[in-house]
């Protein structure tokens, strides 16, 4: 199995376990003399299997994100890399919405607010950040497809 496939049974397997705790929910209460919709032991198991299989995924996934190595880097470095990228680059539009609001004076003698930081170079570093970002999901996109999971 690819690191790719892998990480989508991870993601199908959340979402799997978040319908199963929806419809335990729904099955675990009934009101006295009727019968639950759905069977909640078969539930249970069934989420006891999901649970236990994404663990194993998960193990096999992080092993592998910490022994693959693109242009020096372990995978897990490399995502590291990119969710700081992001924080940072959110953190850069805020300042630049920031930085670009002009305040209105009605009349001259209201107090002016002015940007410490001009907008303009706060986009350019904003820019550089999301092109790193997609240079970077690209580079671990492709290497999942090629990527063996470690067992």
């Known amino acids: 199995m690819k690191l790719a496939e ?4 991870r993601a199908d397997l959340n979402r799997k376990i ?4 929806r419809r335990l929910g729904n099955a675990v209460l009934v009101q006295e003399g009727e019968d639950p919709v759905e069977d909640p032991a078969a539930l249970l198991k069934e989420l006891d299997s999901a649970v236990a299989r994404l663990e194993e995924l998960m193990a096999a996934i992080n092993l592998t994100n910490c022994k693959t190595k693109v242009n020096g ?3 897990t470095a490399l ?3 990119k969710d700081a990228l992001m924080l940072k680059l959110s953190a850069y539009r805020d300042l630049v919405y920031t930085a670009g609001q002009n305040t209105n004076r009605a009349r001259g003698t209201e107090i002016k607010v002015k940007a410490l930081l ?7 570093e904003a820019d550089k950040t999301a092109k790193e970002i ?5 580079l671990l996109q492709e290497t999942n ?3 063996k999971l470690a067992e």
């Open 6 to 9: 892998a990480l989508q049974e």
């Open 18 to 21: 978040d319908e199963l705790r």
């Open 73 to 75: 880097m372990t995978l």
């Open 79 to 81: 995502i590291a890399r």
């Open 118 to 124: 001009k907008a303009g170079d706060l986009q350019k």
């Open 134 to 138: 997609r240079e970077l999901d690209n």
């Open 145 to 147: 497809w090629k990527t």
